[in-house]
């Protein structure tokens, strides 16, 4: 089966820039999930979805950060303005009941 | 909310010998404890993971032990290979399936051939 789609692989951006990321579920998952990876950290839960809806955002800075699964299906997360700590990898992953699977990421430079 | 603390931080192993990564979980509703493994550059993948009604499970090389009542979980890998060489995550989740997993800071596991 295919995996969890993510788009951009790399992006750079200046602070204060605006920046959104792309997540595409495994077929059928109803629950997704973003996750922040700073550099020699565990990855932090954002936000989680179950199908359109939000189950948890309690980490999601919400002052900057936004994301939407309007459809249920696909997301985007965005970042405005964003901050030079904002840079990360941003991991996607979705669950179909069981585990969560992994996207590869999308590695974030806020120079 | 759940604090997740993973020792050591890094770990250097000769190919062959074991290696035993820890975990200690602050919440006591915790009841789901996987383990992922993930290479440089590349997404986390899980590897084994057990549940609270568990004290042990094994595959092949890795094991992991469940102490409920101390809350520590720890990762063993028996005969070390240098494909071993990874970072390895701990996390832990309230509702058994993987919902809002707290992840721990890592380790990075280095075996020398």
């Known amino acids: 089966e295919a995996g969890v789609a993510q788009s951009p692989r790399y992006k750079i951006i200046e602070k204060r820039q605006s920046v959104a990321f792309w997540c595409n579920p495994i077929?059928?998952?109803?629950?997704l999930y973003w996750y922040q990876q700073i550099l020699g950290q565990g990855p932090k839960l954002l936000i989680q979805?179950?199908?359109?809806?939000?189950?948890?955002d309690s980490q999601l800075p919400k002052d900057r950060f936004s994301a939407e699964r309007l459809k249920g299906v696909d997301s985007t997360l965005k970042i405005q303005p964003a901050k030079l700590e904002d840079s990360a990898v941003y991991l996607c992953?979705?669950?179909?009941?069981?585990?969560?699977?992994f996207g590869s990421g999308t590695q974030l430079s806020v120079l | 909310g759940e604090n997740v603390e993973q020792h050591p931080s890094t770990l250097s192993v000769q190919e062959g010998d074991s290696a035993v990564i820890k975990c200690t979980y602050s919440d006591s509703a915790s009841n789901y404890f996987p383990w992922y493994k993930q290479e440089l550059g590349k997404r986390p993948q899980l590897i084994i993971d057990i549940r609270s009604n568990v004290g042990e499970k094994k595959d092949q090389r890795i094991a992991v032990t469940l102490n409920k009542t101390a809350k520590h979980f720890s990762l063993h890998i028996t005969e070390t290979q240098p494909e071993d060489s990874a970072v390895y995550f701990c996390?832990?989740?309230?509702?058994?399936?993987?919902?809002?997993?707290?992840f721990g800071g890592g380790t990075r596991l280095m075996v020398k051939p």
């Open positions: 996390a832990a989740s309230m509702n058994n399936a993987g919902n809002m997993l707290t």
């Open positions: 077929s059928g998952h109803a629950t």
């Open positions: 992953a979705s669950s179909g009941g069981g585990q969560p699977l």
């Open positions: 979805f179950q199908n359109n809806g939000v189950v948890d």
